[in-house]
């Protein structure tokens, strides 16, 4: 999943399988995960910090059953709320550099983490395996006698 936070002009958004979408504007976005690629384009001069999140990680900052992100791009308003995004858009923007813009972030997580909502025993078993064996896991049902 991916998170973008952004500052400037915004990303003109082209997804050749939702025409609804077509030539939507972005300056912040949420992507799940997807099954096919989009094409993003600035005009102009804008800003922003992307934020790479495992599925786990995703859940956790998110507190949101991923699929109802899948194969598709929200506003992370939405999700996050229009007034933490606001306020770390504008932290974002008002860092002096980048190493600063890294620290806004990883505080804004942080903070966000301590109220921590923690997965069933089972999906961290089932996270602990899959990392394990890089995605390599059979899945099929137990058989009891």
């Known amino acids: 999943m991916t998170l973008f936070f952004g500052w400037g002009d915004p990303m003109l958004l082209h997804d050749p399988r939702d025409r609804e979408r077509e030539d939507t504007t972005w300056e912040a976005m949420a992507v799940g995960l997807s099954s096919h690629a989009d094409i993003s384009e600035i005009f102009g001069t804008a800003y922003g910090v992307q934020v790479e999140l495992t599925p786990l990680g995703a859940y956790r900052l998110l507190g949101t059953p991923l699929h109802h992100l899948a194969d598709k791009v929200t506003h992370p308003a939405e999700i996050l709320g229009h007034r933490w995004v606001a306020r770390l858009t504008e932290r974002l923007a008002q860092a002096s550099d980048w ?15 301590i109220d921590d909502r923690q997965p069933s025993p089972v999906v961290m078993e089932a996270w602990s395996r899959l990392r394990e064996t890089h ?3 059979t899945v099929s049902p137990s058989l009891s006698k």
Do not use: E, N, Y
């Open 99 to 113: 190493a600063g813009r890294c620290a806004v972030l990883d505080d804004a997580i942080t903070s966000r983490l």
């Open 135 to 137: 995605g390599q896991v």
